[in-house]
């Protein structure tokens, strides 16, 4: 096999290395969850409550199944960047999960057993940014070019 062909074999599509580069970033965010220093208040941190007080980087409020979710997620992005369908996808499905996750954090009381995963208004905001910057990804990398446009 020459290494032209395998460069050629292993190129991903841009759809494929947005989704690789987004579940990277959820693996990468699933362990600073769990590193101290990074998340503050790391001692009270609770498995899935919302008086969990730890916040990754000091802003946003996690727990540990809060964290096991980003693992999850970027887990399930990089194995989908493989293909650029799955990798559409992932992008447009996880910003659709993430604009859901959005809204119900505006709609739960913070204090309440509801907010189990546990959410907080920085949580809030970050979910929305994220929903519409997956779907724009998956949409606007996958747009075929018109037909009869200019070349």
Do not use: C
Not at 128 to 150: E, K, N, Y
């Amino acid at each position: 096999m020459s290494a032209q062909h395998r460069t050629a074999s292993i190129a991903r599509t841009p759809v494929q290395q947005a989704a690789l580069l987004v579940g990277v970033v959820f693996l990468l965010v699933g362990v600073l969850g769990f590193i101290p220093g990074i998340t503050t208040d790391y001692d009270t941190m609770k498995f899935a409550e919302h008086d969990s007080e730890a916040k990754l980087l000091g802003l946003f409020q996690v727990s540990v199944l809060h964290n096991i979710v980003h693992l999850l997620f970027g887990i399930v992005g990089v194995a989908m960047a493989r293909a650029p369908l799955t990798a559409r996808n992932f992008l447009i499905g996880g910003g659709v999960i993430y604009l859901a996750l959005w809204l119900y954090g505006l709609f739960i009381d913070h204090d309440s057993s509801a907010n189990f995963v546990p959410l907080n208004t920085a949580d809030n905001w970050l979910h929305f940014a994220l929903g519409l910057a997956m779907i724009a990804l998956g949409v606007l990398l996958t747009r075929s070019p018109r037909a009869g446009a200019a070349r």
